[in-house]
T-cell receptor, first 112, second 111 residues
Framework: GDSVTQMEGPVTLSEEAFLTINCTYT??????LFWYVQYPGEGLQLLLKATKADDKGSNKGFEATYRKETTSFHLEKGSVQVSDSAVYFCALSLGGSYIPTFGRGTSLIVHP | NAGVTQTPKFQVLKTGQSMTLQCAQDMNHNSMYWYRQDPGMGLRLIYY???????DKGEVPNGYNVSRLNKREFSLRLESAAPSQTSVYFC??????????FGPGTRLTVT
């Protein structure tokens, strides 16, 4: 079946450090890929998305590129802030299914 | 435009009590979902409704029932609450298999 694998957390960084959160996927077709962010005490919200190979999604300084050859969608940010502390979920959605597949989430803690 | 709203925000139940979690969306989305989130378990799908008039089981449906009341509203019912149902419950909606929009969650404790 389809699956999404994220690096385990927590990821702990100092403010202004470079962030990478790895995400790889297995899918039977050509999925759309998403990153969601969940701030403490809140629901998930869409951070960025990419719908086809080589697309780059970006938002709030975060970027991720849809790499079909490596089945990856790694999340990056050049300089993290304390306010980026949250849990990040990678997810995929296939055209033939109503049910998206989520990764387990990666907690990011940014220290001042 | 409120997006996805959920009520209540917090609830404490005793074992065996029943309750209904309410969810509404104002984005004219066809599909709606109920998830539970537990520490270390990620998100688990309880039930979903692909379109008005249909509902289907997800990964963990036991102990729950749902009703798609109309296109806007999708409720989740616990008939006889158990401590194992202590969790944070999220409702989400989606337009035709694209990104999902989540509500703020209901934090449920069953004692």
């Amino acid at each position: 079946g389809d699956s999404v694998t994220q690096m385990e957390g927590p990821v702990t960084l100092s403010e202004e450090a470079f962030l990478t959160i790895n995400c790889t996927y297995t899918a039977t077709g050509y999925p759309s890929l998403f990153w969601y962010v969940q701030y403490p005490g809140e629901g998930l919200q869409l951070l960025l998305k990419a719908t086809k190979a080589d697309d780059k999604g970006s938002n709030k300084g975060f970027e991720a590129t849809y790499r079909k050859e490596t089945t990856s969608f790694h999340l990056e940010k050049g300089s993290v802030q304390v306010s980026d502390s949250a849990v990040y979920f990678c997810a995929l959605s296939l055209g033939g299914s109503y049910i998206p597949t989520f990764g387990r989430g990666t907690s990011l803690i940014v220290h001042p | 435009n409120a997006g996805v709203t959920q009520t209540p925000k917090f609830q404490v139940l005793k074992t065996g009590q029943s309750m209904t979690l309410q969810c509404a969306q104002d984005m004219n989305h066809n599909s709606m979902y109920w998830y539970r989130q537990d520490p270390g378990m990620g998100l688990r799908l309880i039930y979903y409704s692909a379109s008005e008039g249909t509902t289907d089981k997800g990964e963990v449906p036991n102990g729950y029932n749902v009703s798609r009341l109309n296109k806007r509203e999708f409720s989740l019912r616990l008939e006889s609450a158990a401590p194992s149902q202590t969790s944070v419950y999220f409702c989400a909606s989606s337009s035709h298999r694209y990104e999902q929009y989540f509500g703020p969650g209901t934090r449920l404790t069953v004692t």
